[in-house]
């Protein structure tokens, strides 16, 4: 399980981000789709397990076998494309612009949305025998989560929307916290063992991950939830986009761009000269 030191994975943060930013609209579209689809997947599995054992926490000790496939597989979601591709920006990789960065959030944000949806359709059909009965005990559970997670804020106004966003930025700060560990080791068990750790803690303290999100609440609307699309869009979904991308750039992005890739010149110890302290002692 080769280690790779803070300096190189920083740098290759900042290469998959120019890389991404150029990939063609095909390629970034079905990495989206995909990994969309494989999050949903896990999400489901995530809360089947709860459900089923009624212990959340052996859901979330599971949930992290989704990321870690999807991102083995080279596939893209947004909140790792919200910390990575701005630092080719901040770099000033030549060709880069704001312009291109945008491009890609928008086109993964599309995949990913596809992608969760079309795992939400799936599922529903599962969960309620093709919409001949009514949900079974796992598709209740997911109108509940629905319900609770958009109407369930707006009931408390300005502190709902705060606690949304902050659940938001912590979230990412996880997430993308796992991206960067995928990049410590160059083995297969050193890169799931990284990325599993941060992803446990975001799904264990039910922190908002946009893309898991997109699975969640179109399957609760499906499945019977009491809230609206509209609901969904302004209690859960677009605040968790902003405070995603607030936390993976900055307390990610940045704090590792600013440290490990642009690092400062020592301090010099007190009382001494640069000069003199390279001199050794007689």
Not at 59 to 75: D, I, K, M, Q
Not at 132 to 141: D, I, L, R, T, Y
Not at 189 to 209: C, D, Q, R, T
Request: hydrophobic share 50%; charged share 10%; aromatic share 12%.
């Amino acid at each position: 399980m080769a280690y790779v030191n803070p300096s190189e994975f920083a740098a290759k943060m900042i290469d998959a981000g120019e890389s991404k930013v150029f990939m063609s609209t095909k390629d970034t579209l079905i990495r989206a789709y995909m990994a969309g689809a494989i999050l949903a997947l896990a999400a489901a599995f995530a809360v089947t397990v709860a459900v089923n054992t009624g212990q959340f926490l052996i859901g979330a000790l599971l949930f992290p076998v989704g990321f870690c496939t999807l991102y083995l597989l080279g596939f893209d979601l947004l909140t790792g494309v919200f910390t990575l591709c701005p630092l080719a920006l901040l770099d000033k990789r030549p060709g880069v612009t704001v312009n291109g960065v945008l491009r890609n959030w928008g086109l993964v944000f599309v995949g990913n949305f596809a992608g969760a949806f079309t795992v939400a359709v799936f599922m529903a059909i599962i969960f309620t025998t093709g919409f001949s009965e009514a949900p079974n005990a796992v598709g209740q559970k997911i109108g509940v989560i629905g319900e609770s997670r958009t109407v369930g804020y707006a009931e408390h106004g300005f502190a709902g929307m705060l606690t949304l966003f902050v659940r938001a930025v912590m979230c990412n700060w996880m997430v993308s916290t796992g991206v960067v560990a995928a990049m410590l080791s160059t083995s297969v068990s050193g890169k799931v063992i990284a990325m599993w750790m941060p992803i446990l803690i975001f799904f264990y303290l039910g922190f908002e991950h946009s893309i898991v999100n997109m699975f969640l609440f179109p399957s609760g609307l499906l499945l019977g939830g009491d809230f609206t699309v509209m609901d969904y869009l302004i209690w859960n979904e677009i605040p968790t986009v902003i405070g995603n991308l607030v936390g993976g750039l900055t307390f990610v992005g940045a704090t590792i761009y600013a440290t490990h890739y642009k690092t400062s010149p020592k301090r010099t110890p007190a009382g001494t000269s640069t000069k003199s302290a390279s001199v050794p002692a007689e």
